[in-house]
T-cell receptor, first 114, second 111 residues
Framework: DTGVSQDPRHKITKRGQNVTFRCDPI?????LYWYRQTLGQGPEFLTYFQNEAQLEKSRLLSDRFSAERPKGSFSTLEIQRTEQGDSAMYLC????????????FGQGTRLTVV | TQLLEQSPQFLSIQEGENLTVYCNSS?????LQWYRQEPGEGPVLLVT?????EVKKLKRLTFQFGDARKDSSLHITAAQPGDTGLYLC???????????FGTGTRLKVLA
């Protein structure tokens, strides 16, 4: 296993379009996180899954955003009716419930809304 | 609301110099991670500290967790151009699995 994988790496979309990002966590990691990072800032928490259950959501996650982890493995993050303010790096991370508390990040998906 | 503030925000130094980056909060964290991030890439985990007063070393990098688990520092000895990047601290609190990230310190080491 080579780590957390995100697809696509880059996405350019027109305002108003829907986009979907995928995250494949490290095998057997039951925790999965989505974060958003804008230029010059640290990552901001969006949502957290433990296995297939979405246990925590940030207020940043408006009703245009939806995340799923249907089988407790990969996850998707969909943004509907994109706005220019959605332009950011979307980061996925995974970790284990037991043992250490570390989170390992993927390379991110850079979204540009034009 | 838990907040982590990092200082300095920007640091430009010459190769061979030493530096310290600080990560401070008014909240207690059960663990604290330090990451390094390069442009266009995701953060890469450097270290995790969990015990108050804990010190960990990673080659030329020394990480310390404050006794009260509210703050942390990263010290780099004899900085090299390869150390250039965005350094982020992230705190994990008890009762929640999410990590709160600091504002970041952008380091540039000049050859």
């Amino acid at each position: 296993d080579t780590g957390v994988s995100q697809d696509p790496r880059h996405k350019i979309t027109k305002r108003g379009q829907n986009v979907t990002f995928r995250c494949d966590p490290i095998s057997e990691h039951n925790r999965l996180y989505w974060y958003r990072q804008t230029l010059g800032q640290g990552p901001e928490f969006l949502t957290y899954f433990q296995n297939e259950a979405q246990l925590e959501k940030s207020r940043l996650l408006s009703d245009r955003f939806s995340a799923e982890r249907p089988k407790g493995s990969f996850s998707t993050l969909e943004i509907q009716r994109t706005e220019q303010g959605d332009s950011a790096m979307y980061l996925c991370a995974s970790g284990q419930i037991r043992g250490n508390t570390e989170a390992f990040f993927g390379q991110g998906t850079r979204l540009t809304v034009v | 609301t838990q907040l982590l503030e990092q200082s300095p925000q920007f640091l430009s130094i010459q190769e061979g110099e030493n530096l310290t980056v600080y990560c401070n909060s008014s909240s207690v964290f059960s663990s604290l991670q330090w990451y390094r991030q390069e442009p266009g890439e995701g953060p890469v985990l450097l270290v995790t500290v969990v015990t108050g007063g804990e010190v960990k070393k990673l080659k030329r990098l020394t990480f310390q967790f404050g006794d009260a688990r509210k703050d942390s520092s990263l010290h780099i000895t004899a900085a090299q151009p390869g150390d250039t990047g965005l350094y982020l601290c992230a705190g994990g609190g008890s009762g929640t699995y999410k990590y709160i990230f600091g504002t970041g310190t952008r380091l540039k080491v000049l050859a």
